[in-house]
């Protein structure tokens, strides 16, 4: 059965998968979330989570007991957060614990009085009216009270407004700080929706202080919801003001075609100078998360039996609608695309690395399948999520629970968290804290996987996760991978390694390889199993391995080719939250419209080949 309880030991580590000590090379894998919002995003304290604040945040990701906003329960990790970036939306920061806390500056404006008026007790009914009339002004249509977009802007947003709010948020990410034991990033959301409603947002943060960030306001989507408008925004501030930062699109599949493009926001094509400019500050994507998982479609896939994983499909129009999905709207296709670039015109607009996060809208990272916090206040608590969410048409049960970010890092700070993100060597979880290790090089054999020294091996003979290989003649690249299982969560099922490439006619492919499975299987198409018990929710983790290590070499190579590879964990299946929920309220699982299990899985960051 699976272990409920908090952790109170240390991860299970294969030898030489998890390293530590002074080398120059050796790194430690750190775990935290880079999208988190509080009551201080708009939309939190509008759907009803205005008791939703910073504090509670760090707190709760530091592995403290809180009150949970959503709910007035007790809510606690399993196992605490190594760092946090709480990423509030840019657009109106702060403006609404500001507006209905009697100060003057917002809620003596025109729109600050027609909103108190609307809302006197902050009834989550009366927020809602609040929230409705936002989405009917940010739509550009016509609302009861005469509010406009631009209303909203001048009035809660524009000059100064939210340089109180920035700079008490700054301060306490400092005073939370604590280098080496938990890291807090400063950072905030540009949500930016154009062309009918796309999601092309951006989370953005720095390895500065508060100091340094103080300096300037965050970019919003109300400056300009062009990305190369962001872009040049970051270049100025970081030349002007000496400050790095980190841009991490999120919900490709909810962008509708437009998160990996062929024609820029000018409608002019994808060039090399478009190229060079999104490589210069987004060099990770999130690939998972509470809004469903990016990394490849069944019908953008077909021949990869695990693609069909928390598809969700709802885009954030007005309407709800479900378009069919699109190239541009997946990691694997994006990284395809970029690799038909880059045969184009020499440079790669597509290469990036892969995180999890949670995109909790409570204030709270709780994704484990058995310890589910929600989205937000509309699917908080079983009870609610046969309801819609407000998001489009999805219903509560839609939600995934995920994800998390893996960051192998020298230390657990600012710099060197922000360094690793730089150079690409991250990974992806839905949620279990699976350990993953990838290499690759030219001269890794068999022998190296059984080492007990992979990290050693790994870094002294090729490059981590993120890394590039050059051409040594005509030698086909090797790769090493290890994975550890998260010892409070389910046995692993298999490692897979998917690779792209560019065909002689200019077109891109991919092929998924089994590289390690479990229980003595030589077969990939053989299943592992399934030990979930439908009726109490329990499984077994009688199959599955604690651990898979591989050697593995290309046998498909083509040294003339562009390829990229990244390494794919799939846990057993174990219970999905729907299934726990369907228990609790005495009803058929079925009713949830979700599967009742799932496997779990992560995805680390590609290495690419470039002839």
């Known amino acids: 059965m699976k272990n409920v309880f908090k952790r109170a030991f240390l991860p299970l580590v ?21 999208h988190m919002h509080t009551g201080n995003s708009f ?28 709910t007035g329960t007790r809510w606690q990790l399993h196992t605490p957060l190594d760092f946090l970036v709480i990423s509030d939306h840019a657009e109106l920061m702060g403006a609404l614990p500001r507006l209905f ?45 005469g509010v406009s977009a631009a209303d909203l802007v001048q009035d809660l947003h524009g000059g100064d407004k939210r ?42 943060f720095t390895p500065q202080d508060a100091k340094a960030a103080q300096r300037f306001l965050p970019y919003s ?53 478009y190229a060079g400019r999104r490589m210069q500050w987004e060099q990770v994507v999130e690939v998972t998360q509470i809004k469903g998982d990016s990394e490849a479609h069944p019908l953008l896939s077909p021949t990869d039996e695990y693609a069909d994983y928390e598809t969700y499909p ?43 996060s949670t995109d909790s809208h409570t204030g709270i990272s709780a994704i484990g399948e058995d310890n589910f916090a929600g989205k937000g206040q509309h699917d908080a608590i079983p009870e609610r999520r046969q309801h819609p969410t407000g998001l489009g048409t999805s219903k509560g049960w839609d939600m995934g629970a995920a994800g998390l970010a893996g960051v192998w890092a020298r230390k657990n700070t600012r710099d060197s968290l922000v360094a690793a993100f730089k150079r690409r060597e991250v990974y992806a979880s839905t949620g279990p804290r699976i350990t993953l290790r990838f290499f690759g090089g030219f001269n890794f054999n068999s022998t190296d996987a059984r080492s007990g020294s992979i990290a050693e091996v790994g870094y002294r003979k090729g490059v981590p996760m993120g890394g590039d290989l050059s051409p040594q003649g005509k030698k086909a690249p090797t790769f090493l991978v290890a994975a550890a299982k998260d010892p409070i969560e389910g046995n692993l099922d298999r490692i897979q390694i998917v690779k ?6 200019g077109e891109a492919q991919e092929k998924i390889y089994n590289v390690a499975l479990s229980d003595g299987r030589q077969d990939g198409a053989q299943k592992v199993g399934n030990t979930v018990n439908l009726k109490t929710g329990e499984y077994s983790n009688t199959i599955g391995a604690e651990q898979l290590t591989a050697f593995w070499e290309d046998p498909d190579f083509d040294p003339a ?51």
Do not use: C
Request: aromatic share 12%; glycine share 8%; no cysteine.
């Open 14 to 34: 294969i030898p030489g998968l998890v390293t530590t000590g002074a080398s120059a090379q050796e790194t430690n894998v750190y775990w935290g979330d880079t």
């Open 43 to 70: 939309d939190v304290y509008l759907f009803g989570t205005p008791t939703s604040d910073w504090d509670t945040a760090y707190r709760f990701a530091q592995g403290l007991p809180v009150i949970n906003p959503t």
């Open 101 to 145: 806390s009697d100060d003057p500056v917002l809620n003596e404006t025109r729109s600050g009085k027609i909103i108190r008026k609307m809302a006197p007790r902050q009834t989550e009914d009366e927020l809602l009216q609040v929230y409705k009339m936002f989405v009917r002004a940010g739509s550009g249509e016509p609302t009861e009270q």
């Open 163 to 204: 340089k109180a709010a920035w700079e008490t948020y700054t301060d306490l990410a400092d005073d939370y700080n604590q280098p080496g034991q938990f890291t807090t990033l400063i950072g905030w959301e540009w949500s930016a929706m154009p062309r009918g409603g796309g999601n092309m947002h951006r989370v953005i």
């Open 221 to 273: 989507q109300f400056e300009s919801e062009n990305e190369e408008d962001l872009w040049a925004w970051l270049t100025e501030t970081s030349e002007t003001l000496d400050v790095d930062f980190v841009a991490i699109p999120h919900n490709p599949n909810i962008s509708m075609g437009q998160m990996f493009p062929l024609v820029r926001y000018n409608d002019e094509p994808v060039d090399a100078d």
């Open 314 to 356: 709802f885009v954030l129009t007005a309407d709800g609608g479900s378009p069919d999905p699109t190239e541009g709207d997946y990691l694997r296709s994006g990284l395809k695309r970029g690799l038909e670039f880059r045969q184009q015109f020499g440079v790669n607009p597509y290469k990036f690395g892969m995180i999890g």
């Open 500 to 505: 792209g490439w560019v065909d002689s006619q």
């Open 561 to 611: 080719q562009n390829a990229f590879y990244y390494a794919r964990v799939l846990q057993i299946p174990t219970p999905r939250y729907s299934l726990l929920d369907s228990i609790a309220l005495g009803i058929d699982w079925a009713d949830t419209n979700r599967p009742a299990t799932i496997q779990e899985r992560a995805y680390s960051s590609p290495i690419w080949f470039s002839p």
